[in-house]
Protein backbone atom coordinates (compact mmCIF):
# COMPACT_ATOMS: atom_id res chain seq x y z
CA UNK A 1 0.00 0.00 0.00
CA UNK A 2 0.86 3.59 -1.15
CA UNK A 3 0.71 5.84 2.39
CA UNK A 4 2.90 8.47 1.35
CA UNK A 5 0.78 12.06 1.34
CA UNK A 6 1.16 14.12 -1.34
CA UNK A 7 2.81 16.95 -0.87
CA UNK A 8 0.72 20.63 -0.30
CA UNK A 9 0.36 22.66 -3.66
CA UNK A 10 2.38 19.66 -5.65
CA UNK A 11 -0.92 18.93 -7.64
CA UNK A 12 -1.56 22.62 -8.88
CA UNK A 13 2.55 23.28 -9.17
CA UNK A 14 2.35 20.37 -11.88
CA UNK A 15 -1.06 21.61 -13.16
CA UNK A 16 0.64 25.52 -13.96
CA UNK A 17 3.67 23.42 -15.46
CA UNK A 18 1.20 22.00 -18.20
CA UNK A 19 -0.31 25.01 -18.90
CA UNK A 20 2.35 26.85 -19.44
CA UNK A 21 3.67 24.37 -21.76
CA UNK A 22 0.62 24.09 -23.64
CA UNK A 23 0.54 27.54 -23.96
CA UNK A 24 3.72 27.74 -25.40
CA UNK A 25 3.57 25.28 -27.77
CA UNK A 26 0.31 26.89 -28.92
CA UNK A 27 1.66 30.24 -29.27
CA UNK A 28 4.90 28.51 -31.29
CA UNK A 29 2.28 27.09 -33.51
CA UNK A 30 0.65 30.29 -34.38
CA UNK A 31 4.16 31.43 -34.86
CA UNK A 32 4.55 29.81 -37.35
CA UNK A 33 1.45 29.84 -38.98
CA UNK A 34 1.80 33.62 -38.79
CA UNK A 35 4.84 33.78 -40.42
CA UNK A 36 4.10 31.83 -42.85
CA UNK A 37 1.07 33.58 -44.21
CA UNK A 38 3.52 36.86 -43.80
CA UNK A 39 5.85 35.28 -46.60
CA UNK A 40 2.79 34.05 -48.57
CA UNK A 41 1.36 37.44 -48.36
CA UNK A 42 4.81 39.18 -49.38
CA UNK A 43 4.62 36.90 -52.36
CA UNK A 44 1.45 37.21 -53.86
CA UNK A 45 1.58 40.84 -53.55
CA UNK A 46 5.33 41.25 -55.12
CA UNK A 47 4.07 39.18 -57.86
CA UNK A 48 0.50 40.54 -58.61
CA UNK A 49 1.64 44.01 -59.06
CA UNK A 50 4.43 43.16 -61.00
CA UNK A 51 3.18 43.27 -64.45
CA UNK A 52 6.31 41.27 -65.82
CA UNK A 53 6.01 38.46 -63.34
CA UNK A 54 2.39 37.70 -63.46
CA UNK A 55 2.00 37.94 -66.84
CA UNK A 56 5.17 35.31 -67.37
CA UNK A 57 3.74 33.19 -65.17
CA UNK A 58 -0.25 33.28 -65.83
CA UNK A 59 0.46 34.39 -69.39
CA UNK A 60 1.73 31.03 -69.91
CA UNK A 61 1.95 27.21 -69.02
CA UNK A 62 3.67 28.59 -65.99
CA UNK A 63 0.29 29.02 -64.42
CA UNK A 64 -0.51 25.21 -64.27
CA UNK A 65 3.16 24.95 -62.38
CA UNK A 66 1.74 27.44 -59.65
CA UNK A 67 -1.52 25.79 -59.10
CA UNK A 68 -0.97 22.39 -58.90
CA UNK A 69 3.29 23.00 -56.83
CA UNK A 70 1.11 23.73 -53.44
CA UNK A 71 -0.61 20.44 -53.63
CA UNK A 72 2.66 18.45 -54.86
CA UNK A 73 3.88 20.40 -51.57
CA UNK A 74 1.63 18.67 -49.32
CA UNK A 75 1.69 15.51 -50.39
CA UNK A 76 5.44 16.00 -50.27
CA UNK A 77 4.88 17.32 -46.75
CA UNK A 78 2.98 14.24 -45.84
CA UNK A 79 5.17 11.64 -46.59
CA UNK A 80 8.55 13.49 -45.61
CA UNK A 81 8.01 15.04 -42.53
CA UNK A 82 8.45 12.69 -40.37
CA UNK A 83 12.20 11.82 -41.35
CA UNK A 84 13.06 15.97 -41.26
CA UNK A 85 15.05 17.54 -38.67
CA UNK A 86 12.64 19.99 -36.96
CA UNK A 87 14.72 22.70 -38.43
CA UNK A 88 14.01 21.04 -42.20
CA UNK A 89 10.46 20.92 -41.37
CA UNK A 90 10.38 24.76 -40.92
CA UNK A 91 12.61 25.73 -43.86
CA UNK A 92 10.57 23.23 -46.02
CA UNK A 93 6.93 24.88 -44.40
CA UNK A 94 8.79 28.48 -45.07
CA UNK A 95 9.28 27.20 -48.91
CA UNK A 96 5.71 26.17 -49.18
CA UNK A 97 4.41 29.29 -47.68
CA UNK A 98 6.53 30.99 -50.82
CA UNK A 99 4.85 28.67 -53.15
CA UNK A 100 1.55 29.03 -52.17
CA UNK A 101 1.74 32.67 -52.38
CA UNK A 102 3.28 32.25 -56.42
CA UNK A 103 -0.09 30.09 -56.28
CA UNK A 104 -2.14 33.12 -55.02
CA UNK A 105 -0.28 36.11 -56.89
CA UNK A 106 -3.82 35.84 -59.49
CA UNK A 107 -6.09 36.93 -57.17
CA UNK A 108 -4.55 40.86 -57.69
CA UNK A 109 -5.00 40.12 -61.08
CA UNK A 110 -8.94 39.13 -60.50
CA UNK A 111 -10.40 41.15 -57.52
CA UNK A 112 -10.01 44.52 -56.44
CA UNK A 113 -7.58 45.20 -53.70
CA UNK A 114 -10.66 46.60 -51.44
CA UNK A 115 -12.78 42.62 -51.60
CA UNK A 116 -9.06 41.22 -51.08
CA UNK A 117 -8.96 42.96 -48.00
CA UNK A 118 -12.79 42.27 -46.55
CA UNK A 119 -12.35 38.73 -47.25
CA UNK A 120 -8.80 38.46 -45.78
CA UNK A 121 -10.56 39.78 -42.39
CA UNK A 122 -13.53 38.26 -42.80
CA UNK A 123 -11.47 35.24 -42.86
CA UNK A 124 -9.41 36.14 -39.99
CA UNK A 125 -12.43 36.63 -37.82
CA UNK A 126 -14.32 33.70 -38.43
CA UNK A 127 -10.57 31.54 -38.00
CA UNK A 128 -9.78 33.04 -34.77
CA UNK A 129 -13.19 32.53 -33.65
CA UNK A 130 -13.45 28.76 -34.62
CA UNK A 131 -9.59 28.08 -33.18
CA UNK A 132 -10.73 30.18 -29.93
CA UNK A 133 -13.90 27.53 -29.59
CA UNK A 134 -11.65 24.17 -30.67
CA UNK A 135 -9.32 25.38 -27.88
CA UNK A 136 -11.15 25.67 -25.27
CA UNK A 137 -14.68 23.66 -26.01
CA UNK A 138 -14.51 20.04 -23.75
CA UNK A 139 -16.73 18.83 -26.80
CA UNK A 140 -15.25 16.12 -28.34
CA UNK A 141 -14.43 16.52 -32.17
CA UNK A 142 -13.31 13.82 -33.38
CA UNK A 143 -16.22 12.24 -35.33
CA UNK A 144 -16.67 15.80 -36.81
CA UNK A 145 -13.61 15.94 -38.01
CA UNK A 146 -13.97 12.44 -40.03
CA UNK A 147 -17.22 14.15 -41.33
CA UNK A 148 -15.47 17.11 -42.35
CA UNK A 149 -12.08 15.26 -43.83
CA UNK A 150 -14.31 13.14 -46.23
CA UNK A 151 -15.94 16.61 -46.99
CA UNK A 152 -12.76 18.45 -47.68
CA UNK A 153 -11.74 15.03 -49.87
CA UNK A 154 -14.59 15.86 -52.05
CA UNK A 155 -14.48 19.80 -52.50
CA UNK A 156 -10.31 18.84 -54.09
CA UNK A 157 -11.83 16.28 -56.68
CA UNK A 158 -14.59 18.71 -57.19
CA UNK A 159 -12.02 21.52 -57.16
CA UNK A 160 -9.72 19.92 -59.63
CA UNK A 161 -12.46 19.20 -62.52
CA UNK A 162 -13.72 22.63 -62.46
CA UNK A 163 -10.30 23.59 -63.35
CA UNK A 164 -11.35 22.38 -66.62
CA UNK A 165 -14.95 22.41 -66.83
CA UNK A 166 -15.26 25.80 -65.45
CA UNK A 167 -18.74 25.74 -64.52
CA UNK A 168 -19.23 29.00 -62.26
CA UNK A 169 -21.99 27.49 -60.57
CA UNK A 170 -20.09 24.11 -59.11
CA UNK A 171 -17.50 26.95 -58.42
CA UNK A 172 -20.20 28.61 -55.99
CA UNK A 173 -21.34 25.19 -54.57
CA UNK A 174 -17.87 24.66 -54.32
CA UNK A 175 -16.92 27.81 -52.29
CA UNK A 176 -20.23 27.76 -49.74
CA UNK A 177 -18.77 23.88 -49.05
CA UNK A 178 -15.57 24.81 -48.57
CA UNK A 179 -16.27 27.99 -45.98
CA UNK A 180 -18.29 25.06 -43.74
CA UNK A 181 -15.09 22.77 -43.94
CA UNK A 182 -12.65 24.96 -43.49
CA UNK A 183 -14.37 26.75 -40.65
CA UNK A 184 -15.08 23.65 -38.87
CA UNK A 185 -11.48 21.86 -39.66
CA UNK A 186 -9.79 25.25 -37.70
CA UNK A 187 -11.91 23.62 -34.60
CA UNK A 188 -10.86 20.50 -34.91
CA UNK A 189 -7.29 20.51 -35.92
CA UNK A 190 -6.85 23.08 -33.20
CA UNK A 191 -8.19 20.70 -30.79
CA UNK A 192 -6.11 17.75 -32.74
CA UNK A 193 -3.04 19.93 -31.53
CA UNK A 194 -3.77 20.74 -28.39
CA UNK A 195 -4.60 16.75 -27.74
CA UNK A 196 -1.13 16.29 -29.43
CA UNK A 197 0.93 18.00 -27.46
CA UNK A 198 -0.39 16.33 -24.09
CA UNK A 199 0.36 12.99 -25.76
CA UNK A 200 3.64 14.01 -27.13
CA UNK A 201 4.77 16.87 -24.90
CA UNK A 202 8.50 16.32 -23.43
CA UNK A 203 9.49 13.97 -26.53
CA UNK A 204 11.61 15.61 -29.22
CA UNK A 205 8.97 15.71 -31.96
CA UNK A 206 7.39 17.82 -29.98
CA UNK A 207 9.05 20.86 -31.55
CA UNK A 208 8.19 19.32 -34.81
CA UNK A 209 4.72 19.25 -34.30
CA UNK A 210 4.52 22.77 -34.17
CA UNK A 211 5.29 23.36 -37.49
CA UNK A 212 2.92 20.43 -38.31
CA UNK A 213 0.47 21.77 -36.65
CA UNK A 214 1.13 25.38 -38.55
CA UNK A 215 0.70 23.96 -41.78
CA UNK A 216 -2.93 22.27 -41.09
CA UNK A 217 -3.88 25.71 -39.61
CA UNK A 218 -2.20 27.68 -42.35
CA UNK A 219 -3.96 25.54 -45.21
CA UNK A 220 -7.47 26.22 -43.23
CA UNK A 221 -6.76 29.65 -43.35
CA UNK A 222 -5.69 30.46 -47.00
CA UNK A 223 -8.67 27.82 -48.34
CA UNK A 224 -11.60 29.70 -46.42
CA UNK A 225 -9.75 33.08 -47.35
CA UNK A 226 -9.90 32.21 -50.74
CA UNK A 227 -13.47 30.47 -50.78
CA UNK A 228 -14.67 33.83 -49.02
CA UNK A 229 -12.90 35.74 -51.81
CA UNK A 230 -14.83 33.77 -54.63
CA UNK A 231 -18.21 34.30 -52.92
CA UNK A 232 -17.91 38.12 -52.00
CA UNK A 233 -15.27 39.37 -53.82
CA UNK A 234 -15.25 41.98 -56.46
CA UNK A 235 -14.08 41.51 -59.66
CA UNK A 236 -11.67 43.85 -61.39
Do not use: C
Amino acid sequence: MNNRVPLPGYGASRTAQTDAGLRAHMLGVFRNMGLGLVITGLVAAFIGNTPVLAAAIFGTPLKWVAIFAPLAFVFFFTFRIEKMTTSGARMAFWAFSAVMGVSLASIFLMFTGGSIAQAFFSAAVMFLAMSLWGYTTQRDLTKMGSFLIMGLIGIIVASLINIFIGSSAMAMVISILGVVIFTGLTAWDTQRIKSDYFAYAGHEIAAKMQVMGALSLYLNFVNLFQMLLSLTGERE
